[in-house]
């Protein structure tokens, strides 16, 4: 009877079974492999897209980061705090209004607390992004109006109740905020009201400059409502008093920013402690602080009135979002928040208990809100929430290999991207519950942090505080490494024949670009030279000069060269140059030069007038980057300075097949390892003859099905 093995399909994971009990596509390791067809594929390569400056500090750890742009740049705002950012839901916005909590560093005449920013603001000064930035809120005048009535021919007098606002810059925000304790005076209905004792500001970074006041007074309709309509606009900020003679038919709108006879309906600014901002349908924003859920008056993300909060049992960990459902996390029992508006927002407690342990490991989808517990991966949305990944861990596995405490995710094509640290290293897993032949697998792909652009829907890592693209290197790919389960057969066979059908193509792809490589090496090395320490072309350093980083200056003695690692301007006098490479020299208050060896390509890299490029060698003792002893020529994107073009930039491309058996020991034994170039049917060698066997593809190289059997002519059989 002909024996032997077929594997259509490559699964992930299920560590929770042995490895014999496993489904046949299924993998006791799936290591960096993606695994949404069916197939066994490779990730592309991350692409780098910005290193912000402030990683370059010492033991600065980046964990967040955002994007901004204009019509032609993209501008990367990064975070060393777990910080939530918002597109605000502001009507014609044109500035690029963002809001965000979690930022801790603080600022002069500021405070760690909601912030907003603008694309004016964050980006206009330095590469730090975000530069400035603005507290969430707009506070509300603290002293009360005097409101004295004189004159006037009437003999009826009245009584009325003012109160005033403040209104951020109107050119930029334009934000109004709630109102001030409110000031009653009385005299003759056709007095003249002189309102005065008005604040003038508060301390706090508020966009006041530019701002304006607004004086309301109190009106009763016919219907007995009464209500502060607007009697003075664009009253000066720094204006401390006013006169009021406009008649009540010519009175103005309806203050805004709280309802007359309403408790807690100002427009107060959120709490200090709000976090895990997150967006709403109809406008909304919502937070949490400390048990509290706390949301924003519809489309004015700068105001959170009191009355519209609500509280949980527990503690709030986190918040996400499915429709129009607000998912609440806690250190207990989720909730669920429904509601089209603020005001009649309705919570339930979902009655599964799954506490959250990590805030950030908490992900939206289109059908529920992911986050981890201490059983597993639970998963809310309608009928309640389950715990997803238990059909593959278990809570004993689940907490050995995923270290929930520590998980950050993110959702990439509608999967969940979990990060973890282990103590020693940082690792991953992918998750996608709608893959029914294998949704899980793990991999080596290290994070700080990460973010998806929901414009774009890429996603992004921050790994060693450099922000780069998630499979984005379309020439490179990250080597996975798949072993199958282990198959204990009715009956001992010595498999002799096997098959893998792969993607050999791509290996021609490789080599020939490493061949290309080394030929215009050679050639550029032979026109270039190997000369170091040339400085005839370099700018010498200037006093007052602005410097960005990467910038390259020589010292006044035509002697040292030294690069910029530090953006800033430069002082009058010239630094004190580092005797030792690699040292560095501080230039005024900002500014950081480091000392480098050589800066190839700048000076000797042009051939008919053109740069191609350059590579900094901070030391003597650093590698040539083309492998050619004495030359340390590189060029970006793989250039030719020969030929003057560009030849492509492969990994080195490759594919391992291993066999294991179970022998006469007790543990299964490598009996086979072949380096595969060819779909064609290759032999085995004999004398391994076992009923207990497994099989181990690694590389990067996407492989489409394998085969195995006892002899060649029935691998076509399978």
């Not at 809120?137 to 009584?159: E, K, R």
């Not at 900020?237 to 006169?243: G, I």
């Not at 400085?535 to 410097?547: D, I």
Request: charged share 15%; hydrophobic share 35%; proline share 5%.
């Amino acid at each position: 009877k002909m024996s032997g093995l077929r594997i259509d399909s490559f699964g992930g994971v299920i560590p929770r079974l042995a490895p014999r009990l496993l489904p046949n596509n299924s993998a006791q390791i799936a290591e960096n492999v993606k695994l949404f067809s069916g197939e066994l594929r490779s990730w592309f390569r991350a692409s780098t897209v910005n290193t912000p400056s402030k990683g370059t500090a010492a033991g600065i750890t980046l964990k967040s980061a955002y994007r901004m742009y204009d019509t032609s740049t993209s501008y990367w705002l990064s975070w060393v705090d777990d910080v939530d950012v918002v597109k605000g839901p502001v009507a014609g916005d044109t500035a690029f209004k963002l809001y965000y909590t979690g930022d801790a560093t603080t600022a002069t005449n500021s405070s760690a607390g909601p912030r907003k920013t603008n694309l004016s603001l964050a980006t206009t000064a330095g590469t730090d992004y975000p530069h400035d930035y603005l507290e969430m809120g707009v506070p509300a005048p603290g002293a009360a109006p005097t409101v004295i009535g004189t004159g006037g021919t009437s003999t009826t007098s009245v009584s009325r109740v003012y109160c005033y606002t403040y209104v951020t810059q109107t050119a930029s925000w334009a934000e109004e905020g709630p109102p001030s304790p409110l000031g009653t005076g009385t005299g003759k209905s056709d007095a003249t009201w002189a309102i005065s004792a008005l604040s003038t500001g508060t301390t706090g970074k508020y966009a006041f400059t530019g701002g304006v006041k607004r004086i309301y007074r109190t009106l009763t309709d016919n219907a007995g409502n009464t209500n502060f309509q607007l009697a003075l606009d664009n009253v000066a900020m720094s204006t401390a008093s006013a006169s009021d003679n406009v008649a009540d038919a010519a009175l103005g709108v309806i203050c805004p920013s709280f309802t007359n006879g309403v408790v807690n309906s100002e427009w107060v600014a959120p709490p200090a402690t709000l976090t895990g901002l997150i967006a709403l349908p109809n406008g909304i924003m919502a937070g949490f602080s400390g048990n509290q859920i706390c949301f924003s008056e519809p489309f004015f993300p700068h105001a959170w009135p009191i009355r519209y909060r609500l509280a949980a049992n527990f503690d709030i960990v986190s918040l996400g979002r499915y429709g129009q459902t607000l998912i609440v996390t806690t250190k207990g029992f989720p909730y669920a928040v429904t509601g089209a508006r603020p005001d009649s927002m309705a919570m339930a407690m979902i009655e599964e208990n799954h506490p959250c342990v990590s805030k950030r490991s908490t992900v939206s989808f289109p059908w529920g809100v992911a986050w981890a517990t201490p059983d597993g991966l639970a998963l809310a949305g309608v009928g309640g929430a389950v715990n997803v990944i238990e059909k593959f861990m278990k809570r004993d596995e689940w907490r050995d290999q995923c270290y929930p405490d520590t998980l950050f995710a993110r959702q990439f094509q509608d999967v969940y991207f979990g990060f973890f640290n282990t103590g020693t290293q940082n690792l991953n897993f992918v998750f996608d519950k709608t893959n029914e032949i294998g949704p899980l697998a793990f991999g080596n792909f290290a994070a700080q942090g990460a973010w998806s652009d929901p414009e774009t829907s890429k996603l992004y890592l921050i790994q060693n505080n450099s922000i780069n693209q998630w499979d984005a290197d379309t020439l490179n790919s990250v080597p996975f490494d798949w072993e199958s389960k282990t198959f204990v057969l009715p009956r001992p066979v010595n498999f002799s024949a096997f098959q893998v059908d792969a993607n050999y193509g791509s290996l021609s792809d490789s080599a020939a670009s490493t061949a290309q490589a080394a030929v215009d090496t050679a050639l550029n090395v032979t026109i270039i030279g190997t000369a170091n320490q040339d400085t005839a072309l370099l700018t010498v350093w200037g006093t007052s000069s602005v410097y960005s980083t990467g910038d390259v200056v020589k010292s006044s003695d035509n002697v040292k060269m030294a690069v910029c690692i530090v953006a800033g301007t430069a002082t009058t006098a010239e630094p004190t140059w580092p005797s030792a490479l690699g040292g560095t020299a501080t230039d005024g208050p900002s500014l950081k030069w480091k000392r480098i060896w050589e800066l190839e390509g700048r000076t000797k890299g042009e051939l008919g007038g053109q740069v191609c490029g350059w590579h900094i060698q901070y030391t003597t003792a650093d590698p040539p980057t083309d492998g050619s002893a004495g030359n340390q020529w590189g060029f970006p994107g793989g250039g030719s300075l020969l030929v003057g073009g560009s030849y492509p930039n492969y990994d080195n491309r490759n594919l391992l097949l291993q066999l294991y058996s179970l022998t006469t020991s007790s543990d299964m034994t490598n009996i086979h390892s072949q380096a595969l170039t060819t779909r064609a049917v290759q032999r085995l060698p004999l004398g391994s003859k076992s009923d207990t066997w497994s099989f181990r593809l690694s590389g990067n190289v996407n492989c489409r099905y394998f085969r195995v059997a006892e002899t060649a002519g029935e691998i076509g059989q399978l």
